[in-house]
């Protein structure tokens, strides 16, 4: 599960390191605790070159009637992407995306004791997601986004069975649909990021009011204290 991610506060060298063409960014600004419905910076294929654009976080799917469904689709399965309604034509047709975020955050059971999760040099980290774009009876358009989850690797699993998928450079090209990959070889994409290659820390139990959002909610504390 992810239901709460920092955002970087600099995209400046993650859009270099994803070959951004253009960007629709808007009035991004940075967050240290985005939640389900928040815009997030995401990467996807499309006109020829990568872009990266701002969407809703929690998928509404083409043959919704409103956007309610978004609150519950912010997550993805790694095994039913292709068979729950709400994602199996995103991921038929290849909207898939990179979902670009500082970590996440997770709750212990049962002390409820947050942790942060990043990449062990506290980079950005890119996740797989698929996205949808969305057309509002009154006629407007919302591109909004799930990030795919699967199981905890050795470094989360005390935490949480589940953990985002984290897509490495060497799987951008496939991942969003810019070489030719069979279904079967995506699929084999979506498993644990290496526990070696991430770092986990207690954070502050503030992290669970969406109302807070400072930059030391990321920021180690003693969980003893």
Same mark, same amino acid.
């Given at each position: 599960? @992810?239901?709460?991610?920092?955002?970087?506060?600099?995209?400046?060298?993650? #859009?270099?390191?994803?070959?951004? !063409?253009?960007?629709?960014?808007?009035?991004?600004?940075?967050?240290?605790?985005?939640?389900?419905?928040?815009?997030?910076?995401?990467?996807?294929?499309?006109?020829?070159?990568? !872009?990266?654009?701002?969407?809703?976080?929690?998928?509404?799917?083409?043959?919704? +009637?409103?956007? #309610?469904?978004?609150?519950?689709?912010?997550?993805?399965?790694?095994?039913?992407?292709?068979? #729950?309604?709400?994602?199996?034509?995103?991921?038929?047709?290849?909207?898939? @995306?990179?979902?670009?975020?500082?970590?996440?955050?997770?709750?212990?059971?049962?002390? #409820?004791?947050?942790?942060? $999760?990043?990449?062990?040099?506290?980079?950005?980290?890119?996740?797989?997601?698929?996205?949808?774009?969305? @057309?509002?009876?009154?006629?407007?358009?919302?591109?909004?986004?799930?990030?795919?989850?699967?199981?905890?690797?050795?470094?989360?699993?005390? $935490?949480?069975?589940?953990?985002?998928?984290?897509?490495?450079?060497?799987?951008?090209?496939?991942?969003?649909?810019?070489?030719?990959?069979?279904?079967?070889?995506? +699929?084999?994409?979506?498993?644990?990021?290496?526990?070696?290659?991430?770092?986990?820390?207690? $954070?502050? !139990?503030?992290?669970?009011?969406?109302?807070?959002?400072?930059?030391?909610?990321?920021?180690?504390?003693?969980?003893?204290?």
């Amino acid at each position: 599960m @992810c239901a709460r991610a920092p955002l970087p506060e600099d995209l400046s060298e993650i #859009k270099l390191d994803l070959q951004i !063409k253009w960007d629709e960014l808007g009035d991004y600004r940075p967050r240290w605790n985005a939640a389900p419905t928040d815009l997030m910076p995401v990467d996807i294929s499309e006109d020829g070159g990568r !872009k990266l654009v701002q969407m809703r976080w929690g998928l509404i799917p083409f043959w919704a +009637k409103d956007m #309610k469904i978004g609150r519950r689709t912010f997550n993805a399965r790694a095994e039913e992407i292709d068979q #729950k309604p709400a994602f199996r034509e995103a991921w038929k047709v290849g909207r898939r @995306c990179l979902v670009v975020a500082n970590g996440y955050y997770e709750w212990r059971k049962p002390d #409820k004791q947050p942790f942060a $999760v990043s990449l062990a040099n506290r980079g950005p980290m890119v996740f797989a997601g698929l996205w949808e774009r969305w @057309c509002s009876p009154d006629g407007g358009t919302l591109k909004s986004f799930t990030i795919i989850t699967t199981e905890a690797n050795s470094l989360a699993a005390p $935490v949480h069975d589940r953990m985002p998928v984290l897509i490495a450079p060497n799987g951008w090209l496939a991942w969003l649909g810019e070489v030719p990959s069979p279904s079967n070889d995506l +699929k084999a994409m979506l498993r644990p990021y290496p526990s070696e290659a991430m770092a986990m820390w207690p $954070v502050s !139990k503030r992290v669970g009011n969406v109302r807070n959002d400072t930059p030391d909610l990321f920021e180690p504390i003693d969980a003893a204290g």
